[in-house]
């Protein structure tokens, strides 16, 4: 388990760009990204499996870029052609331990970040 500390969100008009960060305080397996809008149930946005292997929700594929540094433990999500349905709470996510599955299911990980709000006006 690490400590994940956010940042790099904000508002934003429909069809600019945004980069976040996520800063782990130690070294992780699998790292990516949650979001959460009103109304909405937590949904898988896009990660990076131990190998480099990256996924993403259909939703954001061709728009959203994940990428991790591993020398500075920190991950990033370039966030591109934003668009109003792209606002949400957005969560940085990590496993850390060992013979652990890593998908799109919220419970897989066992580290979250405080939360990063980005707003997309129209």
């Known amino acids: 388990q690490v400590q994940l500390v956010e940042s790099g969100g904000g508002s934003v008009e429909a069809g600019g760009s945004l980069r976040l960060s996520c800063a782990a305080s130690?070294?992780?397996?699998?790292m990516g990204w949650f979001r959460q809008s009103p109304g909405k149930e937590r949904e898988g946005v896009a990660r990076v499996s131990p190998i480099g292997t990256t996924q993403y929700a259909d939703s954001v594929k061709g728009r959203f870029t994940i990428s991790k540094d591993n020398a500075k433990n920190t991950l990033y999500l370039q966030m591109s052609s934003l668009s109003p349905e792209d606002s949400a709470m957005y969560y940085c996510?990590?496993?850390?331990?060992?013979?652990?599955?890593?998908?799109?299911?919220?419970?897989?990980?066992?580290?979250w970040g405080q939360g990063t709000q980005v707003t997309v006006s129209s």
């Open positions: 996510v990590a496993e850390t331990r060992p013979d652990r599955s890593c998908g799109f299911t919220w419970f897989q990980y066992d580290s």
């Open positions: 130690g070294n992780t397996r699998c």
